[in-house]
Structure formats: C-alpha cells, structure tokens
C-alpha cells in the first residue's frame, strides 16, 4: 500500500499538468483567432461606415458654390443650408439614427467630427481655415464659444495640428486621393479620413474630413477582445475545475492513457485555426468508472471549444454581412431621391472611370446633355408637386429611349446620359427619336401642362485626344444652341 501510493501522488500531479497544458493551449488559439478576428472586422466596419458618411454628406453638397465661400469666407444661402443639413446630421447620428441598424455593435458616438477645411500653403500665417463643421445642438446650446464657422482659424497654427499633420494635409489635398490616417489635434487623437474636394473645374479647395476617436475606438475594439477571451478563460477554468474532481479519484493505468490523450491533443493543436482540426480522441477505457467519465468531459470540452471558434468565425460572417449592408447604403448615396436615377456623385465616378478608359485607349462613349424647358414656370403656376411629376415623367421618356446607357440628374433640371453599347451605335438614331418624342408631348394639348415635356438635347461622341470634360462641354455646347432655337419656335 505504501508503494502504491507513492506512486499515485506523482502520476496525479502529472494528470493536473497535463489538464492545466490542455486547458492552456486551447486558450491561445482561441483567443489569438479572437483577437485577429475582431480587431480586422471592427477596423473594416468603421472604414466603411466612415466612407458612407462622406459619401452621404458629398452628395449633399454644392462644391461650386463651397468653392467659393472657401474663396470668399462669406456664407451664401446655400452655404447655410448645407450648414443646417451637417447640424442635423450629427444630431442624428447622436441619437443613433443614421443607417437605421440596431443590431450594428459600432457606436454612433464614436463620430468625433465632421468638417470641411481649407489647406493653405505652409507660408500662409495661418495655414488651415474652418469652411464648413458639423455642430451638435449640445455644442450650440452649452459650448458656443467653441463652435466653428467659415473662416475660424487659429492664432498660431500650432494650436490646431502639428506641422506634420499640417504636411500631410497639404499633400493628401495635392494628391487628390482620400487617406485614412492618424490626426493628433488640440481636439484630441483620432482615426481621420480626409477626402479631397473640389469644384466643377477639378480646382481642389479643400478637404471633406470624418474624425473617429482613436481612444474610443481602441476601447471597443479591446473591449469586445477582452469579453471574448474572458468568456474562453471561464470556460476553460469550469472544465478545469471538473478536470480536478475527477483528478480525485484512484489512479489507474486507464488514467495513464488519458494523460497521454490529452499531452497528444494539445501538441497537435497548438497554432491550429481550423476548428475541424480541434477533435480530442480519447483513449479507448473499458472500465465503468470514474475515469471513463473524465475522458467523456475532456472529449466534451474540447467540442464546446471547437464550437465556440466556429461561433467565432460565424460572428466573423455577420460582421461581412454589415460590410454588404454599407455597400447598399452607398448605392443609396449614388441615387437621386426624385427620379431613381443615378445622381451628380454617380457621375463624377463614372467621368472618372471614362477618363481611364481614355487612358487604357479603350474609350468608346459619347454624352447627351438635357435640359428641360419651362421648369421654372410650372413651379410658379402649379406649384412644386407639379413641377416634380414634370422632371420625373421627362425623366422617364429619356430612360425609356436610352435603355442600354446610366442616366444621371446632375442638376435641378439637368440630366446626362453617357452612350453606350447598342446606345453608342445607334446614337444619331436615338438622339432624332428623342427629339421627336419631346417635340409631340410638348404638342400635346389634351395633356396638362406638367406633362407636355419639352427638353434640350445635345449630344458629342468621343474622339481621340479629347477629355471626357471635352465630350461634356461640346454636348452642353449643342444642347444650349437647340434650346435657344426651341424657345424661339415654341414661344
């Protein structure tokens, strides 16, 4: 008996090792996945919710007339419309509104600022001036003297950034390009994207920025990580703590054998992603005891762990979910609210693509410019409903002739549409089917006067060595020329 028990008291601090090395192991290919895992999708999730912040608040702004007071530092009455629209905007997001998502884990919060700056040159006094900036009610109601407007700059430039803050503006406005970077400010650290913007000349007069704060971001993102790895540390101390009842028993060679099992799992998991690979094979145990049901907890503890790393990776699914949920609210940011078709933001991308193919020398488009006619008086005679069902049903006929090209509304009563396919080939037969079909609704006395359309159309294909701004303007060109004439004919 003596002997036996000398014996026993080694063998069970090996088993207890053992356990501890499972347990341990484990741990660290879960909470390695977790981390990786996490801290990629929340950095995913906020770069696409910051690109479809700056695309949304884009498509509500009037570069020309911003270049200007950029210019000027005087506020215009579009100015301060697009002014109440970032205040509420921001209000919105305060109140967790913006993309309509409650089961999204990103805190609306987390959005710093919202703001379009000018980037002077490093020899202006000031260097960075406030054009345009999201002010919450809160701010306006408690800060006030904290609340920037057109103009607002420091005393020292210092005060705002840092010169290599300064720098990188500078160069990501020359650029052309947004960035995402770090922005260490008098405001605090944040996660920035800046985005370039400019006028309908291509002028570049400042930078469209969403700030994220970095500290708040980082909590999240360590937040979650530390929840999960937690939740991994629980688990493992349950089945460790019935690891060690179990441990209590008699000792046998069958036990022998589990320790060996688990020594096996545990080497050949270490690193391991693959939950799949995760399987613990115990020991083939004949007897009816205590150990046999030891083996049946390890073996159903290494399951719950390979199922808590699939969850894992199912969490890592929805999060791709979100990623496509974004990508439909930017479809939603490129569409005109009025017609359905494509809007001013849709068009610039596309012109920008064409200049590639231009580029590539694989260019094959041409441009129809409409402008429709006595807009203005339907508004003022029949009011503006009416004068909405004028621009949707002119909308409409050109939609209904240009079946194979994008339209686009780039303007209150400006459309473009660019030529291809069967529309390029066909074009000088369309162009002659679109005219006549405005000429006879235009005639059309039987019907009201909101819908007896009446449209410009010009239209310029493609040559070499032209710019897709070229194309543009020699359709605008041709399109003005006929509507001067069909206000001469028509009265």
């Given at each position: 008996m003596k002997n036996n028990s000398t014996r026993k008291h080694p063998l069970n601090r090996s088993i207890m090792l053992a356990g501890i090395l499972f347990i341990l192991l484990l741990g660290i290919v879960i909470s390695a996945v977790t981390i990786v895992v996490t801290r990629e999708s929340f950095y995913a999730r906020y770069k696409k919710q910051m690109e479809s912040i700056l695309n949304y608040v884009e498509a509500h702004l009037d570069h020309d007339d911003m270049a200007?007071?950029?210019?000027?530092?005087?506020?215009?009455?579009?100015?301060?419309?697009?002014?109440?629209?970032?205040?509420?905007?921001?209000?919105?997001?305060?109140?967790?509104a913006f993309l309509n998502n409650p089961a999204s884990d990103l805190k609306y919060k987390d959005v710093h600022y919202i703001y379009i700056m000018k980037v002077a040159d490093a020899g202006d006094p000031y260097e960075i001036y406030e054009i345009c900036t999201a002010n919450s009610t809160y701010e306006k109601e408690n800060n006030?003297?904290?609340?920037?407007?057109l103009g607002d700059h420091a005393e020292d430039p210092d005060d705002w950034y840092d010169e290599k803050t300064r720098e990188q503006f500078r160069a990501i406005l020359k650029g052309g390009r947004e960035v995402f970077l770090t922005n260490d400010s008098e405001w605090g650290v944040d996660y920035t994207l800046a985005r370039p913007v400019a006028d309908s000349s291509g002028t570049a007069y400042g930078l469209l920025c969403v700030d994220v704060s970095k500290d708040q971001l980082i909590e999240t993102v360590t937040k979650t990580i530390l929840i999960n790895i937690s939740s991994v540390i629980g688990l493992g101390i349950l089945f460790i703590t019935l690891l060690l009842i179990w441990m209590r028993v008699s000792v046998t060679n069958p036990l022998r054998d589990l320790e060996n099992s688990v020594v096996s799992f545990a080497e050949t998991t270490a690193g391991k992603r693959d939950p799949d690979e995760l399987v613990f094979t115990p020991p083939a145990i004949r007897s009816n005891n205590e150990v046999a049901s030891l083996s049946k907890?390890?073996?159903k503890l290494?399951?719950?762990?390979?199922?808590?790393?699939?969850?894992?990776?199912?969490?890592?699914?929805?999060?791709?979910?979100?990623?496509?949920?974004?990508?439909?609210?930017?479809?939603?940011?490129?569409?005109?609210?009025?017609?359905?078709?494509?809007?001013?933001a849709a068009y610039d991308e596309k012109a920008e693509s064409l200049s590639w193919d231009i580029k590539a020398r694989t260019a094959r488009f041409g441009i129809v410019m409409a402008d429709?006619?006595?807009?203005?008086?339907?508004?003022d005679k029949f009011g503006h409903d009416k004068g909405n069902e004028y621009i949707v049903g002119s909308c409409r006929l050109i939609c209904e002739i240009y079946t194979h090209s994008p339209v686009f509304r780039i303007g209150g009563d400006e459309f473009v549409v660019v030529l291809e396919g069967q529309d390029y080939d066909n074009r000088e037969?369309?162009?002659t089917q679109a005219r006549d079909t405005f000429r006879r609704t235009w005639h059309a006395s039987e019907r009201h006067p909101w819908q007896r359309y009446s449209v410009a159309l010009g239209m310029a294909a493609?040559?070499?060595?032209?710019?897709?701004?070229?194309?543009?303007?020699r359709a605008d060109h041709e399109m003005y020329e006929k509507k001067a004439a069909m206000k001469a004919e028509q009265g």
């Open positions: 200007k007071c950029a210019g000027t530092f005087e506020k215009t009455e579009k100015y301060e419309a697009f002014q109440a629209f970032l205040d509420s905007f921001i209000d919105s997001y305060a109140d967790n006030p003297d904290d609340v920037l407007t907890a390890v073996t290494s399951a719950d762990m390979r199922d808590y790393i699939k969850g894992m990776l199912a969490a890592e699914n929805e999060a791709r979910d979100l990623q496509e949920h974004v990508t439909e609210m930017n479809d939603i940011a490129y569409k005109d609210a009025l017609t359905q078709v494509k809007n001013k429709l006619n006595y807009l203005k008086e339907i508004n037969k369309l162009i493609w040559q070499p060595e032209d710019s897709v701004e070229a194309v543009f303007n």
